[in-house]
């Protein structure tokens, strides 16, 4: 089946470090890929999407390149800040609506 | 606005109620969700309605029961509530039932069974 692996929390980095989430996926097919963000209180929130290989999504300063060879979406930032500290799921689907979710990665960033 | 709502935010009953959650979104949206998300913030789908219809309906116990009595609303009750059942639960919708859309999640039900 189909699933979604991301790196175990939580993450604590100091503001204005780089972050990396590593988020590997299996998958039958080119699934579309995707990065919602939790914000303490919140539901979740699209971050940024690609939906083919080599595609890059990007929104507020975060990155992720759709990896076809490694099965890779990593999430990237290069200057974190506070209000990033969040929970951030990586997640799939294929043309059947369902999303299938990571365990999520905490972050908290420390001034 | 908000564009999918749902109440009540928190619920905490005792173990054998029944309870509902309702969710109801104002995107002109016709395809709603609920997942569940447990105390490891891991994230579940239990249902997909199209148009009122259901098309996704996972391993759920038959405790749980959704009604959509219009495309813009979901609800859900849960018969007999068990101590496993304690987790938040959220609603989405997103349009169609197209790849790639996006889907819009609610602010979420933190359901607490003692």
């Known amino acids: 089946g189909n699933s979604v692996t991301q790196m175990e929390g939580p993450v604590t980095l100091s503001e204005e470090a780089f972050l990396t989430i590593n988020c590997t996926y299996t998958?039958?097919?080119?699934?579309?890929l995707f990065w919602y963000v939790q914000y303490p209180g919140e539901g979740l929130q699209l971050l940024l999407k690609?939906?083919?290989?080599?595609d890059k999504g990007s929104n507020k300063g975060f990155e992720a390149t759709y990896r076809k060879e490694t099965t890779s979406f990593h999430l990237e930032k290069g200057s974190v800040q506070v209000s990033d500290s969040a929970v951030y799921f990586c997640a799939l689907n294929f043309g059947n609506e369902k999303l299938t979710f990571g365990t999520g990665t905490r972050l908290t960033i420390i001034p | 606005d908000t564009a999918v709502s749902q109440t009540p935010k928190y619920l905490v009953t005792q173990m054998g109620n029944d309870k509902s959650i309702k969710c109801e979104q104002n995107?002109?949206?016709?395809?709603m969700y609920w997942y569940k998300q447990d105390s490891k913030k891991f994230l579940k789908i239990m249902f997909s309605?199209?148009?009122?219809?259901?098309?996704i309906n996972e391993t759920v116990p038959n405790r749980f029961s959704p009604k959509s009595p219009d495309k813009a609303h979901l609800n859900l009750h849960i018969n007999s509530l068990e101590l496993g059942d304690s987790a938040v639960y959220f609603c989405a919708s997103s349009q169609g039932v197209i790849i790639h859309t996006e889907a819009f999640f609610g602010q979420g039900t933190r359901l607490t069974v003692v």
């Open positions: 309605y199209n148009n009122k219809e259901l098309i």
């Open positions: 690609a939906t083919k290989a080599d």
């Open positions: 998958a039958t097919g080119y699934p579309s």
């Open positions: 995107l002109g949206h016709d395809t």
